[in-house]
T-cell receptor
C-alpha cells in the first residue's frame, strides 16, 4: 500500500527566506511523485511532478523538488519565498506506469509574513 | 475548457437523508476520481473510473457510498443514510490515463454538512 508522510504541519517564514518542505513516501515499486498546492480560496493544482529522468524537477513559481530514491523522499524547495506563496502544500505518490490512484499526505500549511 | 465542475458546491442535510453530488470532468479526460477531505487532512481516495468502468474503490468506503459514471462522461457520488461523520469536502478530479504521470485536475469540491 502507498503512504505519504509530510513532516511539518505548519511552517511560518518571512519573505525572502528559503523553504524546504519534507515528504517521504512508502511504495515498493516505480513511483510518480507530485506536489500540489492550494492557494486560499482556490482549487488544488499541480505545482510539479516527477515521472522519470532527472531527479531534480522544476515547477511553477520557482519551486523545485528532488527525488532521492534511496531515502524515499521528494522534498520541495524554494530559495526565496514570497507572501503570495502562502498556501497549503500536498505531496502525493502514485505507483508504476499508467498508475491509478494517487495517495496524498496530510499537507503543510505555509504562511509567509510580509 | 471550463475545467472540472462540481455541483452543488455546498450541501447541508439532516442525518439519515440521502445526498448526491455530480462531477463533470475535463471532456478529453478518460479517468475520473472521487476524494474526500476533512480539515487538517489530505485528500483521501474514495474511488476512480476509467471511462465507464469503476476500477478501484477504497476498502474504507462504506457501502452507503456509491458512485457511477454511466456514459464515461459525468459522474455521480451518492451517500445514503448520511451520518455526521460524512461531513467533509468531496473532491472530484480527472486525468488522462496515457499522459504518463497521471496528473490530476481537481474541481472546487462539494462541501457536505450533516446536521
Amino acid at each position: 500500500a502507498q503512504s505519504v508522510s509530510q513532516h511539518n504541519h505548519h511552517v511560518i517564514l518571512s519573505e525572502a527566506a528559503s523553504l524546504e518542505l519534507g515528504c517521504n513516501y512508502s511504495y515498493g515499486g516505480t513511483v510518480n511523485l507530485f506536489w500540489y498546492v492550494q492557494y486560499p480560496g482556490q482549487h488544488l493544482q499541480l505545482l510539479l511532478k516527477y515521472f522519470s529522468g532527472d531527479p531534480l524537477v522544476k515547477g511553477i513559481k520557482g519551486f523545485e523538488a528532488e527525488f532521492i530514491k534511496s531515502k524515499f523522499s521528494f522534498n520541495l524547495r524554494k530559495p526565496s519565498v514570497q507572501w503570495s506563496d502562502t498556501a497549503e502544500y500536498f505531496c502525493a505518490v502514485s505507483g508504476g506506469t499508467n498508475a491509478g490512484k494517487s495517495t496524498f499526505g496530510d499537507g503543510t500549511t505555509l504562511t509567509v509574513k510580509p | 475548457d471550463t475545467g472540472v465542475s462540481q455541483d452543488p458546491r455546498h450541501k447541508i442535510t439532516k442525518r439519515g437523508q440521502n445526498v448526491t453530488f455530480r462531477c463533470d470532468p475535463i471532456s478529453e479526460h478518460n479517468r475520473l476520481y472521487w476524494y474526500r477531505q476533512t480539515l487538517g487532512q489530505g485528500p483521501e481516495f474514495l474511488t476512480y473510473f476509467q471511462n465507464e468502468a469503476q476500477l478501484e474503490k477504497s476498502r474504507l468506503l462504506s457501502d452507503r457510498f456509491s458512485a457511477e459514471r454511466p456514459k464515461g462522461s459525468f459522474s455521480t457520488l451518492e451517500i445514503q443514510r448520511t451520518e455526521q461523520g460524512d461531513s467533509a469536502m468531496y473532491l472530484c478530479a480527472s486525468s488522462l490515463s496515457d499522459s504518463g504521470a497521471n496528473v490530476l485536475t481537481f474541481g472546487a469540491g462539494s462541501r457536505l454538512t450533516v446536521l
